[in-house]
């Protein structure tokens, strides 16, 4: 199976900082990679796929980078509502795992 | 916007069974593939299983493996869990995939329930 290392693990900052979380691949996976965002008490709902491709009705200050095996997620402005847990997941191969999560929370 | 409704959750002793069953609210699953993802209590998110539209192929996790069984008609989306384990307590996910084979590479969770209750406990 392909282990996804995300970092860091939890994350700390203020509305209107520039956040950026890691993803690493244990193998290549080309840009096959989403991210999710979950809020407290509710179901995952998926940001980016494909690496970049922001999906409908996500905001412009989420953005997605990387091949191989580094991606990232950037956040820029943070706003109330993006205090949240973060997963990538790779669907290169099944499984489609996720990475272990990475908790934003309010400075 | 696409809905799904999971059911069938609860409590079950150890080595019991337990059918969770997953609807669209106001729509067919129709032919997208579709997954079950799971989370346990303060934990992260894990594929368990997934089915594609033709509910002839399907996939599992290594721990899902020989214990359950997704199936799908028209209208739902079903998991039968058998030998159930204090470690399959969770939150059971039915998830619409926005790609069109679960065995192509490029898939993503466009669409997730909002989960139900599994407990595995004496």
């Known amino acids: 199976d392909i282990q996804m290392t995300q970092s860091p693990s939890s994350l700390s900052a203020s509305v209107g900082d520039r956040v950026t979380i890691t993803c690493r691949a244990s193998?290549?996976?080309?840009?096959?990679l989403n991210w999710y965002q979950q809020r407290a008490g509710e179901a995952p709902r998926v940001l980016i796929s494909?690496?970049?491709n922001l999906e409908g009705g996500v905001p412009s200050r989420f953005s997605g980078s990387g091949s191989g095996t580094e991606f990232s997620l950037t956040i820029t402005s943070l706003q109330p509502e993006d205090f949240a847990t973060y997963y990538c997941?790779?669907?290169?191969?099944?499984?489609?795992?996720f990475g272990q999560g990475s908790k934003l929370d309010i400075k | 916007e696409d809905q799904l409704v999971e059911s069938g959750g609860g409590w079950v002793q150890p080595g019991g069974s337990l059918r969770l069953s997953c609807s669209g609210s106001?729509?067919?699953?129709?032919?997208?593939?579709m997954h079950w993802v799971r989370q346990r209590p303060g934990k992260g998110l894990e594929w368990v299983s997934g089915?594609?539209?033709?509910?002839?192929t399907m996939a599992y996790s290594d721990s899902a493996k020989d214990r359950f069984t997704i199936s799908r008609d028209r209208e739902s989306l079903y998991l039968q869990m058998s030998s159930l384990r204090p470690e399959d307590t969770a939150r059971y996910f039915c998830?619409?995939?926005?790609?069109?084979?679960?065995?192509?590479?490029?898939?993503?969770?466009?669409?997730w329930g909002q989960g139900i209750l599994v407990t595995v406990s004496s």
């Open positions: 997941q790779q669907t290169y191969s099944i499984p489609p795992t």
């Open positions: 998830v619409k995939d926005g790609g069109n084979n679960i065995l192509v590479k490029g898939g993503f969770f466009d669409s």
């Open positions: 193998q290549t996976i080309g840009t096959f």
């Open positions: 106001g729509f067919t699953l129709d032919d997208k593939p």
């Open positions: 089915i594609n539209g033709d509910a002839a």
């Open positions: 494909g690496a970049s």
